[in-house]
C-alpha cells in the first residue's frame, strides 16, 4: 500500500466519463433486475411513477449541478449544507450519509452473492461461503479504491458499461421482437390513478438514490464547475432513459400473467435470444452489482475526508496515498461494512443488520432535501426560476422521505442524532487547533 501523505491539492483523476459512470453506476445496481416483476400488477398505469421519480430525479440533479457550480470542494451534499446552514447541519448530513454508504456496501455485497449461485448452485447452502465471497468482493473492490483514485475511476468506467450491454441488448430484442398483446392492461388492479401514481413512484423512487455521487469526489474531478454539472445530468437522464425503456422491453416480451409472477424478469425476457441469453443476463447482474459496490466504496472513502479537511474528524482522515486515495478513510467504512456483513450472516445479529439497514434509507435522502434547501437559500432572491426549480425539487425530497414510512423516519432521525456526540468531540478539536495555531 502506498505511503500516506498531508492532504494537499491532489492531482484530478477523474474526467467527464469518471464522473458519469459513478453516476450511472451507483444508481444501476441490482435492482433494476427485478422491478419489470415489481411494478407489472400496477399494468400500463405504473409507467405514471417512472414518470414522475424521473422528473423529481431531474430536479434534483439540477440542483446538484447548480450547486455544484459554486465549488471546488469535494463533499458533495455535505458541503453544500455546510456552507448554506453551519457546521452541524453539514455534519449530520455527512454522518447519516456516510452511515448510509458502510452499511450499503455488505447489502450490495450479498445481492452479488445472490445472482452468483446461478453459476455455483452449491452457495446456496453454504453460508459461510457466501460470506467469504462477500467479503472477498468487498475488499478486492476495497483494494482498487486503495490503489487510487485513477484506477477506482478506470474500474468504474469499465463496469458501467459492461453493466448496460446486457440491458441495452434487451432494450434492443424488446423493440424488434416484443410483442404490443403481451403488454398488461392499463391499470389491472383498478385502483384510483393517484392510488397507483403513488404507490408506484415509491416503488421506482430508490432506483434513483446516488445521483449526487459525481458531485462527491469534487477535488478529485478535473474542471469541476463544467464536469460535474455535466455528469450529473447526463447521468441521470441516462439512467431514467435505460430504466423507463428496459421495462417496457421487458413488458413486451414477457406476458403479463407470466411477469407478476417471474423472480428473474430479464432472464425470461431474453430467452428469445437463446439457451445462452438467462447467463447472460446472470453476468450482467453480477458486474451490474459489483459495478455499483466499486462505486459505494470509493465514495465511503471520500465522506470522512470531507469531514477532516474541515477539522470536524481526526486529522488522519484526510491523508491520501500516493494515489490519491483517502487511505484511512476507505480503511474505516471497509472495516465497518465488512463486521456489518459478518454480523449478518452470524444469525443472532441478523436482527442488529436489518435494523441498521432500516435506519440508513432515510439518511440517503435526507442529503438530496438539504441541497434543495441550500440552494432555495441561494437563489431566492436573485434568480427565482432556480429558486422554483428548488422548491420543487424540495417537495419532491419531502415526499420521498415521507413515502419511506414513518419507523424509517424515526430511525433515520435517531442515526443522525447518534452523530451528535461525535460533532461535539470534533468541534473541542477544532477549537483546540485553532487555539494552538
Not at 212 to 217: D, F, L, S, V, Y
Amino acid at each position: 500500500m502506498s505511503h500516506a501523505t498531508d492532504e494537499v491539492t491532489p492531482p484530478r483523476r477523474i474526467g467527464f466519463w469518471g464522473a458519469w459512470s459513478l453516476t450511472v453506476g451507483v444508481m444501476i445496481g441490482s435492482g433494476i433486475f427485478l422491478l419489470p416483476s415489481v411494478m407489472a400488477p400496477y399494468g400500463l398505469m405504473g409507467f405514471s411513477g417512472w414518470i414522475l421519480t424521473a422528473a423529481g430525479s431531474i430536479l434534483l440533479a439540477l440542483v446538484m449541478s447548480r450547486l455544484a457550480l459554486r465549488t471546488t470542494r469535494s463533499g458533495g451534499p455535505y458541503v453544500y449544507a455546510r456552507e448554506a446552514f453551519g457546521d452541524l447541519p453539514g455534519f449530520l448530513v455527512i454522518w447519516g450519509y456516510w452511515a448510509s454508504y458502510w452499511i450499503a456496501i455488505p447489502t450490495v455485497a450479498i445481492a452479488f452473492v445472490g445472482y452468483l449461485v446461478v453459476f455455483f448452485p452449491e452457495l446456496s447452502q453454504a453460508p459461510m461461503a457466501q460470506a467469504g465471497v462477500a467479503l472477498g468482493l468487498i475488499w478486492l473492490l476495497g483494494l482498487v479504491s486503495l490503489r487510487g483514485v485513477r484506477e477506482a475511476s478506470l474500474v468504474q468506467i469499465a463496469m458501467t458499461v459492461l453493466k448496460l450491454l446486457p440491458i441495452l441488448a434487451i432494450i434492443g430484442f424488446g423493440a424488434v421482437a416484443g410483442r404490443v398483446e403481451n403488454l398488461p392492461e392499463l391499470n389491472p388492479s383498478g385502483t384510483p390513478f393517484i392510488s397507483v401514481l403513488a404507490t408506484t413512484a415509491l416503488l421506482t423512487m430508490w432506483a434513483f438514490s446516488g445521483l449526487e455521487c459525481a458531485t462527491i469526489p469534487a477535488g478529485d474531478v478535473r474542471d469541476p464547475q463544467r464536469t460535474i454539472p455535466r455528469a450529473t445530468m447526463a447521468g441521470t437522464i441516462t439512467v431514467a432513459i435505460v430504466y423507463i425503456a428496459s421495462t417496457a422491453a421487458v413488458m413486451m416480451l414477457v406476458p403479463a400473467a407470466d411477469l407478476a409472477d417471474s423472480t428473474s424478469p430479464f432472464a425470461d425476457a431474453a430467452a428469445g435470444l437463446g439457451p445462452w441469453a438467462p447467463k447472460m443476463i446472470a453476468v450482467g447482474a453480477l458486474i451490474s452489482t459489483a459495478g455499483c459496490l466499486n462505486g459505494l466504496i470509493f465514495i465511503a472513502g471520500q465522506l470522512p475526508m470531507a469531514v477532516a479537511i474541515d477539522k470536524l474528524a481526526p486529522k488522519a482522515f484526510a491523508k491520501r496515498n500516493s494515489g490519491g486515495a483517502p487511505q484511512l478513510s476507505l480503511l474505516v467504512s471497509l472495516i465497518l461494512g465488512s463486521a456489518l456483513l459478518l454480523a449478518n450472516f452470524s444469525g443472532s445479529l441478523i436482527d442488529t443488520f436489518e435494523f441498521l439497514l432500516m435506519m440508513s434509507t432515510v439518511t440517503v435522502l435526507a442529503p438530496l432535501l438539504v441541497s434543495a434547501l441550500a440552494e432555495l437559500r441561494h437563489s431566492w432572491a436573485s434568480a427565482r426560476s432556480w429558486a422554483i426549480i428548488a422548491i420543487l425539487a424540495t417537495l419532491y425530497a419531502a415526499f420521498a422521505i415521507y413515502g419511506s414510512g414513518l419507523d424509517v423516519m424515526f430511525w433515520g432521525m435517531v442515526l443522525l442524532l447518534a452523530g451528535l456526540p461525535v460533532y461535539v468531540l470534533g468541534r473541542q478539536r477544532k477549537a483546540a487547533t485553532d487555539t494552538l495555531g
